[in-house]
């Protein structure tokens, strides 16, 4: 059968377009919460996101863009966890002082279980956050204004752990209890004089202290080491910074190119050195840039970065399943535009501009090539990234101007090469091909 050049051109085109570009899995509902950013969560195989008008949920395996009720319709969503096979709790926009609503059966039904929630005579306090004990799943936390309660007994009575009902505080973000030690437990955001600020116990709610303080900033998410109890990520506005130290202290670890606000951190399943971090320029935008460190969150790095014409998008959550990037995005009103999936190993590797310093031949290659820069290189390190951002060849103390570089056991694919010297980069995309 022939192919027209113009079919052929489209096919091309096509699968040029197809690399790096994300792939839109639908849009469950018309708004997100507008109380706080939402979460996309998983369960298994199954995505799900809360919305103004309840939770929708899809397969993360699906690429149609069908979202299926989920539970709490008509409801008003502000964060959600899911407990075992069968159980939901919800904190939604209070109505009449309705905050808490649990579901034991998947989200088929559902019953108030506010239980005093939010104080006696505060008939509008609104739930913001919530999460369960990884240890003890009748334990539950949640955030109203910046007071945190626990129910021990899966929302049968509430007794506040930080601050005392009807505290309240411009922006409730975050509230997680440690992964690796449920001990540990986190609440932050942006206090109503517009101060940063996270608050953490080390006691199981005890005793608190505060730190992450910073005139007019926020903290708009968080990130735990998966292997390590000690660090912590946090994104800011205009900022990443890391804790080594449980919280205690911090460090600015990324300042983002146009103060973009830093929403959602997520640590890739297969290495732990490799983290994704995204949020948003304050206002109107059409662009979707995702960061990518490669080595524990120390330096930081534009991943992706794509324009949507005549759209506005925030990314407000991201989550990972399976090696593949799971995108919750909405406009500065708080409208949802959309999930979308992104596969870090089909991801196109922005083209480098390397100012004709850095030369590679042959490229594709498939048993080895060379480096040529345009002048000597002294003590300079290499180091050569496959698909993934995982090294793949680390090599130290490098001279010359002439440089071969073998293929030895690595699979064909797409790879980064890094020449570093001193304060040089010299950055080059690699093709290695099969015989």
Not at 141 to 159: L, P
Not at 213 to 231: K, L, M, Q, R, S
């Amino acid at each position: 059968m022939k192919i027209s050049r113009i079919t052929l051109f489209l096919l091309l085109l096509l699968a040029g377009n197809s690399l790096g570009q994300f792939t839109y899995i639908g849009t469950p509902s018309e708004k997100v919460s507008s109380a706080t950013n939402a979460l996309i969560k998983l369960k298994q195989d199954t995505l799900y996101v809360p919305t103004q008008d309840g939770l929708f949920k899809k397969s993360v395996m699906s690429n149609d863009t069908l979202w299926i009720p989920a539970g709490f319709q008509g409801m008003k969503i502000n964060d959600f966890v899911l407990i075992g096979q069968d159980s939901i709790v919800c904190v939604v926009d209070s109505t009449q002082g309705n905050t808490v609503f649990i579901s034991i059966n998947n989200g088929a039904s559902f019953t108030n279980s506010t239980n005093g929630f939010g104080g006696t005579g505060i008939d509008f306090q609104s739930g913001s956050r919530l999460d369960v004990n990884p240890n003890n799943h009748h334990e539950i936390i949640a955030m109203t204004g910046s007071c945190v309660a626990r129910s021990t007994d899966f929302c049968g009575s509430w007794t506040p752990i930080y601050l005392t009902w009807g505290y309240s505080v411009y922006q409730p973000s975050v509230l997680r209890y440690q992964p690796l030690n449920s001990a540990y437990i986190y609440t932050g955001g942006e206090l109503s004089l517009f101060d940063s600020y996270l608050s953490y116990s080390h006691n199981s709610g005890t005793n608190w202290a505060i730190s992450a303080v910073e005139p007019n900033n926020a903290v708009n998410g968080i990130a735990f080491h998966p292997t390590n109890a000690d660090t912590i990520l946090i994104g800011k506005e205009g900022k990443i910074a890391r804790s080594i130290d449980k919280g205690i202290t911090w460090s600015d670890v990324f300042t983002t190119p146009n103060y973009e606000y830093i929403y959602s951190i997520v640590y890739d399943e297969s290495n732990s050195n490799t983290l994704y971090a995204a949020g948003a320029i304050n206002g109107t935008n059409d662009t979707v840039r995702i960061f990518r460190s490669l080595d524990g969150g120390s330096n930081w790095g534009e991943w992706v970065n794509e324009t949507f014409p005549n759209s506005d998008k925030q990314v407000i959550s991201m989550i990972m399943h399976n090696t593949i990037l799971c995108i919750l995005t909405r406009d500065h009103f708080g409208n949802l535009t959309g999930v979308y999936k992104l596969d870090p190993a089909t991801a196109s590797i922005p083209e480098i501009t390397t100012n004709d310093q850095l030369n590679v031949f042959p490229n594709p290659f498939s048993s080895e090539t060379t480096l040529q820069t345009i002048k000597p290189l002294k003590n300079a390190t290499l180091t050569m990234e496959n698909c993934f951002g995982q090294t793949v060849k680390h090599i130290e103390h490098l001279s010359g101007q002439l440089l071969t570089l073998s293929r030895d056991d690595l699979p064909g694919g797409v790879y980064v090469i890094h020449l570093t010297e001193e304060n040089k980069i010299y950055t080059h995309k690699l093709i290695i091909t099969d015989k």
